[in-house]
């Protein structure tokens, strides 16, 4: 359980999740707001779910910006319910299911320095409070298939997927690499899968494999068995190497990542789960014109891209594990064991 610092007979009426008085798990407390009001082109969104990120758990502890001033209310991802609109709002009216969008300000083409100051769950007050205030702007209505839970995974991990792998050209009869089974890494697997891509995996569970096979994975190593696994990928595609890499470990694994892709492939640089600074061959890059890119999740437009995707092949994302909102730090507590598949979920 987290502390709860909800003061008794306040009229305050709004539960939320704080990062408060410094970064530490143990600084999370349930604490009361007033209810939001909306403001002009602003809709007021019950929320219902939200899921976890790795870069939920960084923030919560201090080691993804040191300088973002607290309290801070944490989780980039959430889905609910509209409840109210301010005045001028017309994408959005009370009733609809809707998701927030991870950078509020990015709505299509390319990012922007400025567009790194709308991100929720830092710099900005996130997704983990039963209301928030959101610009219509920063919505998109959920598939209706879908749990506001499971819809709660969809803004980071599977926009991230969707932008690193779809919006990146992948052609049917192409091969990705997935590393580990996290929520990016899962989601990326399903969309592979329709696309008519082949998917090889890894991970540290030879169950966690075999379930990732019956996602539709062709092949699955074992890295703690298999610490060279680069190689391996490379035996597994006949010694071409895979097209794409979804790298989500950083430092600790793009040296395998090299060896694992072919020449001309693409290697997303997705997470830093392994570290920050990496050592690397740039010979392995220049004479194989391996091309590197950074992906910082996607626009609104690549969501709801994404989101027509999901509606039209039925997809439902993979949930690990949910909790209910008093016991948020056990959730970030079981993101840093890393023993997740898929994603985490927190329920209000």
């Known amino acids: 359980m987290i502390a709860d610092d909800r003061r008794e007979g306040s009229t305050l009426s709004m539960r939320a999740v704080e990062i ?4 530490g798990l143990e600084h999370l407390a349930l604490v009361e707001r007033p209810e939001p009001r909306p403001g002009h082109r602003q809709a007021v969104v019950r929320v219902r779910a939200a899921s976890l990120n790795f870069r939920d758990l960084l923030m919560a502890d201090g080691r993804y910006n040191r300088k973002q001033k607290l309290p801070l209310i944490p989780c980039s991802d959430g ?5 109210a609109v301010g005045e ?3 994408r959005v009216r009370p009733g609809d299911r809707v998701c927030g969008i991870f950078a509020q300000g990015w709505i299509a083409g390319e990012p922007s320095r400025d567009m790194a100051r709308t991100t929720l769950g830092g710099p900005l007050d996130g997704m983990l409070a039963e209301q928030v205030a959101l610009s219509e702007e920063g919505l998109v209505k959920t598939p209706d298939h879908l ?3 499971e819809a709660a995974t969809l803004p980071c991990a599977a926009v991230t997927a969707w932008s690193s792998l779809i919006e990146g050209g992948l052609q049917p009869g192409e091969t990705v690499l997935l590393l580990g089974t996290g929520g990016v890494s899962i989601v990326a697997l399903q969309l592979a899968v329709i696309a008519g891509a082949r998917a090889i995996i890894t991970s540290s569970s030879d169950e966690k494999l075999e379930r990732a096979r019956q996602l539709g994975a062709a092949a699955g190593i074992n890295y703690r068995q298999v610490p060279e696994w680069g190689a391996r990928v490379k035996e597994l595609t006949g010694g071409e190497g895979v097209d794409y890499v979804l790298e989500v470990g950083g430092a600790s694994t793009l040296p395998q990542s090299l060896q694992a892709v072919r020449a001309g492939g693409r290697i997303y640089l997705i997470g830093v789960l392994g ?3 990496a050592e690397v061959s740039i010979p392995a890059i220049q004479m194989r014109r391996v091309r590197v890119e950074g992906v910082l999740v996607g626009s609104r437009a690549s969501f709801e891209a994404l989101n027509r995707a ?6 439902r994302p993979v949930i690990d594990r949910t909790f209910p909102l008093a016991e ?3 959730a970030f507590e079981h993101m ?3 023993r997740h598949f898929g994603k985490i979920c927190i329920e209000l």
């Open 20 to 23: 408060r008085d410094g970064f």
């Open 79 to 83: 889905a609910g319910e509209v409840v």
């Open 88 to 90: 001028g709002v017309s």
């Open 147 to 149: 749990s506001d839970m």
């Open 275 to 277: 570290g920050n600074a």
């Open 310 to 315: 999901v509606s039209l092949h039925q997809l």
């Open 328 to 330: 948020a730090r056990a």
């Open 336 to 338: 840093a064991a890393g």
